[in-house]
Structure formats: structure tokens, C-alpha cells
Nanobody
Framework: QVQLVESGGGLVQAGGSLRLSCAAS????????MGWHRQAPGKQRELVAA???????NYADSVKGRFTISRDNAKNTVYLQMNSLKPEDTAVYYC??????????????WGQGTQVTVSS
């Protein structure tokens, strides 16, 4: 019954900011990785940012210097602060987590997706 619930998407003008959040809940033993992917129409889903537990954060080149990923481990929550947004950032953003549940089974989980639209 592990699930990821996202919030924070919306419509913003170029140069603006949005903050996405994603909370994992239900039968969690350990979270190995939390991060964000996005998918624009007609495009492959791509990694935006990831934060492995005990590892180095990873950003897509296109968002370096503009986006910041952070985690609140006590709340099993990951955030994506998006600044200086560009129209090409328009996509559905999906929260991602690699989670070991209380049955000790590791699985990948995805949030429901949240639309981010950046107007010019």
C-alpha cells in the first residue's frame, strides 16, 4: 500500500518559480532514492533530479543551477524547488522513489504526476 502523492504543479510565467512536493506513505521500511522525472508531450520521460540516500544528488544538465531537490526524511517527503522556469520546462512531473516496504521488498513507485506549464 505504498503510495506517492504529489502536489504543487500549476501554471506560471517564464522566470517564475514553483515548488513541488511528494510524500510517500504506507508500509515503508526504507527509502533508497527519491527524485523527480518529467515527460513532455511526444518526449521520453527524463530524469530531472534524484537524491539517493547517502549518495550524490543528480540533476539533468538542463535544470542545473535552477532546480533544487531536497528531502525531509522524517516526513518521507521530497521537494523540487524550480526557479527561473522556462517554457521548455513544461511537462508532467512525476515523483519517483525506490522503496523497501515492510515486507522487505524493494520496488519502484511513481506519483500520479502533476502538470507544470510555463508560459512565455
Amino acid at each position: 500500500q505504498v503510495q506517492l502523492v504529489e502536489s504543487g504543479g500549476g501554471l506560471v510565467q517564464a522566470g517564475g518559480s514553483l515548488r513541488l512536493s511528494c510524500a510517500a506513505s504506507g508500509g515503508i521500511f526504507n527509502i533508497n532514492v527519491m527524485g523527480w522525472h518529467r515527460q513532455a508531450p511526444g518526449k521520453q520521460r527524463e530524469l530531472v533530479a534524484a537524491m539517493p540516500s547517502g549518495g550524490r544528488t543528480n540533476y539533468a544538465d538542463s535544470v542545473k543551477g535552477r532546480f533544487t531537490i531536497s528531502r525531509d526524511n522524517a516526513k518521507n517527503t521530497v521537494y523540487l524547488q524550480m526557479n527561473s522556469l522556462k517554457p521548455e520546462d513544461t511537462a508532467v512531473y512525476y515523483c519517483y522513489a525506490n522503496i523497501q516496504n515492510i515486507q522487505l521488498i524493494r520496488s519502484e513507485y511513481w506519483g500520479q504526476g502533476t502538470q507544470v506549464t510555463v508560459s512565455s
